[in-house]
């Protein structure tokens, strides 16, 4: 017990106490700049970003640790950030006082921590956390009275809609335009006018219509707020002909606390500015490399003065070099993650496209649908977004083919005549979760298995699980098979999907029930360029595996091990659980002893989870995966690779994909 | 890049051409051969790259150079020569092809020389992407 005792506070000294720490002192500063603009008045929805994604790091870091207090404490406070993220206004002077003390509560266990003692308990804190996380927000009321067409306001997203209703509270003017622009070239002239319209004044949605006559082009409605006049905003259609109504007129001044349009007349120039500028991709790539090299390089600095301090641990200026090299490091993440935010857009780009296809595909399908697209404010990196596109649209179209059912089908299920397809997308900290529900008949598993078997997949002599039914319909070779067109449930060009889904490091599971419905949800980092990952060691090799690929981290309970055949299972509280060596997995050389591992990293498909046996966790961190050259690429279970500062390579991991290629394997043994 | 000639064996081999005129010549299994300049971007100390579990026999690993990912090919086990190498000496070859990196390990780096009508003195002038290409 003394022994394990001290290797447990090693490790909290050495991966949870100077990260911790960082992020203390980047929180600090913050915390003081939320707390001087919300005394101003001032909004700053970049900031209350940043600090929720700091208590987030702050969670995961403690979660790793196996903190439970401090962890607790650290999602209740998460909580309460979210809300007032999503609510777009600033915290009142309650709310920040609450947000200190929490800080203070995580501080103080922090630092008991490092004194040997256990963190405090905070029930009362977390209480009044969790009770300010559920509060109402105290603008809202019920919608100010508009006219708008009730068609227009009830297809704006939650966000929009909160948007129209700060402007016209603030006594921003707003303004509706009505055009029409060709089916052919739509997309780009629709792009160019909003650019030229937020040089001059906020967009707070823009609504397409299809129940007009198509014939004459599409028909979309822009809601616009904060022009000085409808001269500027005819300034900007540029031509284009479109009807200009006035919504709202512009009081000179607008009331503090709500987030007014960013007008010319606004005073707020250099965000103004900021929001219009157009920058090449391809710059912002060039500088968010440029950082991540530097990050690699004060990697290699701090370790080399943490070498130093530990050789002249008297010398005062060594201690002050090391000092100030740490100091570095929450600045270069800050830059870091500042030239990650330039590159996100809000999904509502693809959300937009995406609910046109929609209409269009139910149309020919002869369904019946009501869509409704939630969340298309979440943010998420351009490359990605443009990588997503095509397996949301895959996934949409499945479920009008496939998924919902004709009218007639559906009456006499005793459903609503219309089908429901709802797509969401919800943070989750430095991840986005994306769900496609609808309500159509599910998926029949005895098709599937009918389907299986004819591809080879599957021996037609079994009967199918669920799970198993939720796996194979993802596998390669189920969506070619010839009976395709046969399959009334889903199942068409799946593993497409998936295979896109991993290349941007992120999961896809599927849930449903036969009759009642479908729901894929997809989990994906915000960005590639930095993902956070856990490192662990195995086979001497140090290994990188992106967090968003990782159900759950393990510490293994030998007494819960037993054998079963040549496999080992692991009796997990949420049932038995298959375990391998990543070592097998990679068939890396240089074996270690059979059951050395006392850690593992579990990850899989629904209902095909496996625990991954390493021999060590060496932390978490946020790293830059590079692509590996073409002879490699394909390789199953490799998603890249990434350099941690010491000028060595880091094999970063697609976990599915290696448990995906073994299995592969077995079957065909 | 199938331009072997057949009495030589060796992959990547090139024939002789008026155009081809810089090239940097380098060693293995104490033999000569030499690479267009013009796809050489650097000539490093060797240092141990990670392996890569599952890659080609003539894959040595990859290694971190420039903010990208190298994949070092094995010089020796490319032209199918027998294993071997004196870490003191041996090098790696940075060559660019269509945007792709990859360095080829070899014994030594002799010298810079310019090929007039290609083959000279026994010195086999090698084409760069066959090593960024399957081992067959």
Known sequence: MPEGGRTDRERLERDFLPEAEAIFEALAEHLRELEARSAAHEVKPALLNTIFREIHSLKGLAALQGLQPITDLAHDLEELLQRLRLEGTGPAAPEID?????????????????????????????????????????????????????????SLSEYEERRLDLAARGGCSLFLLRLRLDPEDFDARLRALVRALEERAEVIATVPRFDDDTTSGMLFHIIVSGARDRASIEAATGGVAAEIDLLQEGRPSAPDGSRPGQGEDQGEEIRGVSETLRVPVGRLDELLAQVGDLSIALLALERAARRMGESHPADRDVRELVRQVRALQPRLLGLQRGAIEVRLVPLQQVFGRVGRMVARAAQAAGKEVDFHALGGETELDKAMMDELASPLVHLLRNALDHGIESPDERLRCGKQRRGRLVLTAVPRGRSVMIEIIDDGRGIDIEKVRAVAAAAGLYDAQHSITPDEARELIFAEGFSTSGQVSQLSGRGVGLAIVRR?????KGSIEVRFI?????????????????????????????????????????????????????????????????????????????????????????????????????????????????????RLRDLPGLAGATDLGDATAVLVLDPEGLIAGRSGERSAV | MSVLPSDVGVPGSLPPGPDLARVLIFVLEGREYALPLEAIVEVVGYRKPTTVPGAGSDILGILPWRGRMVTIVDGRARLGLPAGRDEARARLIMLRDEGEWMALLVDGVSRVEALAGGERDGVLLLEPAVFLQEKR
């Not at chain 1, 630092?111 to 105290?138: H, K, V």
């Not at chain 1, 896109?500 to 941007?504: E, G, M, T």
């Open chain 1, 500 to 504: 896109a889904i991993r290349r941007l």
């Open chain 1, 98 to 154: 609450l947000i200190h003390e929490a800080y203070d509560a995580l501080i103080r266990s922090t630092r008991r921590l490092s004194e040997a003692g256990e963190p405090e308990a905070a029930d009362d804190l977390r209480r009044r956390l969790r009770s300010a996380a559920r509060e109402e927000d105290p603008g809202a009321g019920p919608p100010v009275p508009l006219p708008l067409d009730p068609r227009v306001r009830g």
């Open chain 1, 514 to 630: 036969a009759g009642q419905g479908t729901t894929f949800t997809i989990t994906t980092p915000i960005t590639m360029a930095l993902v956070p990952a856990l490192i662990v060691k195995a086979a001497g090799q140090r290994f990188a595996i992106p967090i968003t690929t990782i159900q759950e981290n393990l510490r293994i309970d030998r007494a819960r091990l037993r054998r079963e055949g040549d496999r080992t299972i692991y009796e997990h509280s949420r049932g038995p659980l298959p375990l391998v060596r990543l070592q097998s997995l990679m068939r890396c050389a240089g074996e270690t002893g059979e059951g050395e591992e006392r850690f593992a990293v579990v990850a899989g498909s629904a209902g095909h989870s496996v625990g991954i046996l390493v021999d060590g966790f060496l932390g978490q961190q946020e790293v830059v995966i590079k692509p590996v050259g073409r």
